[in-house]
């Protein structure tokens, strides 16, 4: 293996990475093939950048070489917007070096697990679904990245990684290299973005219909204009005022809950006084990780957005079924533990023994199951689960009776085929609250709303 000192400047590495010493820093990433037994094969789409993948030890790390300097800017952005937990991969660090093209800086980012570019999943899926998930797996990153102050300069597919998510989409920023975070992000200024994710994406699709890809008489300026309104539509309700009455506060409610249904995590609500002793409510955003957050303190379990929705709608079913077969209410978190033990849980076993080394993450896994399999997804439960226990246990393998598991079984089932219908109309029937509903919105772990505070307008 050829040795790399001579031609390793610098490099600036975050604690728990390899040093990547042993690699052949000597000559251009283009030129990497052959030169080391860690370089592996990984799909990836067009780039402007040579770009390589290595192993160590099973962590696998993307490297993309750039013109000096400018791999220490992208990961300083990439960073920021981890911090700001953002779906964007995850920055390792970047080394300097020195071939005989000159000098060059390589970013190094870990490798997001489960990934695929744009064109294998065009390839792998129905036209239809794929192109309609993927556009609003970007619109929804887009919106994200603008919330948080992102100007990602050239948003594309080719630009991202898609992941499942419960049926659906997610996207991940792969090359912020164009990217500029600012403390607001004005209208002009997404409209620029939005402008040019749209030429991309009408381009990358191009590409794919002059290989034969896609159908020649697919109307690639309207597929778009479909990104374009996906972003409008998002973005209108989140930044949509609404004027109430002093005797309609449950509408406060109902704006968060909707918002909530999104996916959004709401950080203050503002009221401010307009005419007629009417008030004006306008909700501002923080971030759109409601349902992982939830059900992470919940379960303790690592899910995408979409997932974590499917997952809370689970646990809700099983609260429902509980409170029926003890005839009285039941916490959220009682409910949490009764469905990880008695539902996922044994789920999981049994998947992991028939498919040990499956392609999809155990969370994505199990929402395709449950969606997919009618009897396989029937849980085990306890045996007695209208009487109280000196101490809380679970015991597997017992044969399903009345309670949690005849009321929940079937109603999964019903509530995971829904589940896997496109995502925006999901969205639409969550966001639909109850009419009057009055609780204060501290009541945080009662009615699953995420807020930190009111603040009027003085």
Known sequence: M??????????????????????????????????????????????????VFVDYEGRLYALKELPAGLAEREYELLRRMQEARLPVV?????????????????????????????????????????????????????????????????????????????????????????????????????????EIAEENVCGALADLQAAGSLPADLDIAATGRYLRLRYDALWGEIAREEVLSSDERYRIQERVRSLNALGFSVDEVELIAAE????????????????????????????EELQAQKLLNEIRETRAALARARDRSTPLSVAAYAWLHELYLPLQERLSRAAP??????????????????????????????????RTTCTRGQAPEGGLA????????????????????????????????????????????QTRRISPMR
């Open 2 to 51: 050829q040795t790399s000192a001579p031609a390793f400047r610098s490099s600036s590495l975050r604690p728990g990475h390899p040093d990547f010493l042993d690699l052949p820093w000597g000559e251009p990433l283009g030129a990497w093939a052959g030169r080391s037994d860690r370089l592996v094969q990984l799909p990836v789409g067009p780039s402007r950048h040579p770009v």
């Open 90 to 194: 995850s920055p390792a660090g970047w080394v300097q070096t020195r071939t005989a093209e000159g000098d060059a800086s390589v970013l190094v980012t870990r490798y997001l697990d489960r990934s695929l570019p744009y064109h294998l999943l065009f390839q792998r899926g129905s036209l239809n679904r794929t192109r309609d998930h993927l556009l609003d797996a970007l619109a929804n990153l887009l919106v994200e990245l603008h919330l948080s102050g992102v100007f990602w300069g050239d948003c594309s597919l080719y630009n991202a990684l898609f992941r499942r998510d419960a049926g659906a989409l997610g996207a991940y920023l792969v090359d912020a290299e164009t990217s500029e975070i600012q403390p607001g992000l004005g209208a002009a200024r997404r409209g620029q973005d939005l």
């Open 276 to 303: 007629g002793g009417r008030l004006r409510i306008r909700a501002l955003v923080a971030d759109r990780h409601f349902h992982r957050n939830l059900l992470q303190s919940l379960t303790g379990l690592e899910a």
């Open 357 to 390: 080394a499956g392609p999809l993450d155990p969370v994505e896994a199990y929402c395709e199951s449950s969606s997919t399999s009618g009897t396989s997804a029937r849980p085990p439960t306890r045996t007695s689960a209208t009487r109280p226990r000196s």
């Open 406 to 449: 005849a009321a929940a079984t079937g109603r999964l089932r019903r509530r995971s085929s829904q589940s896997s219908a496109a995502p925006e109309s999901a969205m639409v029937a969550m966001a639909t609250p109850a009419r009057h509903h009055t609780c204060s919105l501290n009541h945080a772990c009662v009615t699953g709303i």
